[in-house]
């Protein structure tokens, strides 16, 4: 089940030519449904588009599925590469920049929220340096994922407040994830 909340939560991210295209210059404008899933897409209803602009990715459900966590490089947001972000389910409006979870600082990636929903577990490079690590996303006509040795993990809590680092040795410390009855 906590697949399916996944995959259907990344595909509600993910921002796809055609509906970037209806909402152009039109910000208050709704997409509807229909404009998010392929036609011959017959499993899938029901899709409503959370966040619009920027690189937004990995997005994981709070454990009362109230909440979802990501990870989003945006202009608008004040996020020049990858930062973690938490936003509600309901409610949201499209014109407001979601909560800034990290530093701000750094890269960061792979959040998950811990089953207590007051805390989050990511990875980021601020420690290493505050500044955006340059990294190539497309080489040779592929996706790229650069692997930054500065990568370590936290907990933190929902104001932002780092509760406990989780690891502390050189190397690529990262895409870390919650056991679901949150113990490991």
């Known amino acids: 089940m906590r697949q399916l909340l996944?995959?259907?939560?990344v595909?509600?991210?993910f921002q796809c030519t055609t509906s970037?295209?209806?909402?152009e210059g039109t910000s208050s404008q709704p997409i509807s449904a229909d404009t998010l899933r392929y036609e011959q897409e017959k499993h899938l209803r029901n899709l409503n588009q959370l966040t619009f602009g920027g690189d937004n990715a990995e997005a994981y459900f709070s454990f009362d599925s109230k909440e979802l966590v990501f990870q989003a490089s945006n202009e608008a947001w004040n996020a020049p590469?990858?930062?973690?972000?938490?936003?509600?389910?309901?409610?949201y409006k499209k014109d407001t920049s979601p909560k800034l979870?990290?530093?701000?600082k750094g890269r960061t990636t792979c959040s998950y929220f811990l089953p207590d929903n007051k805390t989050v577990l990511y990875a980021s490079t601020h420690l290493g340096s505050e500044l955006c690590p340059e990294a190539p996303r497309v080489l040779n006509g592929k996706y790229v994922w650069a692997i930054f040795s500065?990568?370590?993990i936290f907990v933190a809590d929902k104001k932002g407040n780092i509760l406990k680092q989780?690891?502390?040795t050189a190397g690529y410390d990262a895409e870390a994830t919650v056991s679901p009855?949150?113990?490991k």
Request: with cysteine; hydrophobic share 40%.
């Open 150 to 152: 500065d990568f370590d």
């Open 166 to 168: 989780l690891t502390n």
């Open 81 to 91: 590469c990858d930062q973690i972000f938490t936003m509600p389910i309901q409610g």
């Open 181 to 183: 009855d949150g113990k």
């Open 6 to 9: 996944f995959f259907i939560s």
């Open 101 to 104: 979870l990290s530093t701000g």
């Open 11 to 13: 595909l509600g991210l």
């Open 20 to 23: 970037r295209k209806l909402v």
